[in-house]
């Protein structure tokens, strides 16, 4: 079993529309969850931490579930602009502050007018 | 400098050849990673340093690869007798480690493409 599980997609969405990915971790230690996004041939950027109350920044809302070991991603409204790949990241050590990141497969979206 | 650095972006070289990659991180960021990603699929770890030591290697897939930080800045990722199942982008990201944040955020550079023939 992969560490950080994702539906691969592709998510094809019209514009204005609300989409939602899933993710699921395998090891219960883990402390610090990510939402990363990456454009087509760019390097990975920071899209949002994800804490354990639930957090939104704008347009985008992450969950986590830790009892089920499970974070999503909610993009409402979506824009031509959000088409791109989507990596949920975990820190698997334990800890806050330190350790290696792992990245699951990503979740390709492609937004059309 | 204001981001990550990696040099070459792009190097091509046949099987068998030794590689050098080159990764600057940003000024002050005690952490440094390398990871690799290949079509489709998420970055995949290789290995972190924490200033001039590594301190965790269990990523590297074999002892073809090996990597550098002698000064806790600047990183070199080495690969001998490269193989066609190297070809791959090569991501450096760095982090400044006890933020007040408590969150290892990662910068990445924009990589090195490397293919081999």
């Known amino acids: 079993r992969k560490e950080v599980e994702q539906d691969p997609g592709p998510f094809n969405v019209p514009e204005g529309a609300t989409v939602a990915f899933n993710c699921t971790y395998s090891n219960s230690a883990s402390q610090s969850f990510f939402w990363y996004r990456q454009d087509c041939r760019k390097e990975p950027k920071l899209l949002m931490s994800v804490y354990s109350s639930g957090n939104e920044d704008g347009r985008f809302t992450a969950q986590l579930n830790r009892a089920s070991q499970y974070i999503s991603l909610l993009i409402r409204d979506s824009k031509l602009s959000d088409s791109a790949t989507y990596l949920c990241v975990v820190n698997p050590i334990g800890g806050t502050s330190y350790g290696k990141l792992t990245f699951g497969q990503g979740t390709i979206l492609t937004v059309h007018p | 400098g204001a981001g990550v650095s990696q040099t070459p972006s792009n190097k091509v070289t046949e099987k068998g050849k030794y590689v050098e990659l080159r990764c600057d991180p940003i000024s002050g960021h005690t952490a440094l990673y390398w990871y690799r990603q290949s079509l489709g699929q998420g970055p995949e770890f290789l290995i972190y340093f924490q200033g001039t030591g590594a301190a965790d290697d269990s990523g590297l897939p074999n002892d073809r690869f090996f990597a550098v930080r002698p000064e806790g800045s600047v990183s070199t990722l080495k690969i001998q007798r490269t193989e066609r199942g190297d070809s791959a982008v090569y991501l450096c990201?760095?982090?400044?480690?006890?933020?007040?944040?408590?969150?290892?955020?990662?910068?990445f550079g924009a990589g090195s493409r490397l293919t081999v023939l």
């Open positions: 990201a760095s982090s400044l480690l006890g933020s007040a944040s408590g969150a290892n955020v990662l910068t």
